[in-house]
């Protein structure tokens, strides 16, 4: 059994980069700064509280 070696290292390739990203871009989504964080509760409570 041979084992066409350029396709092989190719697609594993793309597939780790295509892994890669996706993961990326699903962290990438759920990170919030500090600041951002401090402006939605201070919004909030000037909403609810005041």
């Known amino acids: 059994m041979s084992y066409n070696w350029p396709t092989l290292f190719t697609v594993s390739f793309l597939s780790l980069i295509i892994a890669f990203l996706i993961v ?3 962290f990438k989504s759920k990170k919030r700064s500090a ?3 401090y ?3 201070d ?3 000037k909403k609810y509280l005041y």
Do not use: A, G, T
């Open 24 to 26: 990326r871009v699903l």
């Open 35 to 37: 600041e951002s964080i």
């Open 39 to 41: 402006k939605l509760i």
């Open 43 to 45: 919004d909030l409570e």
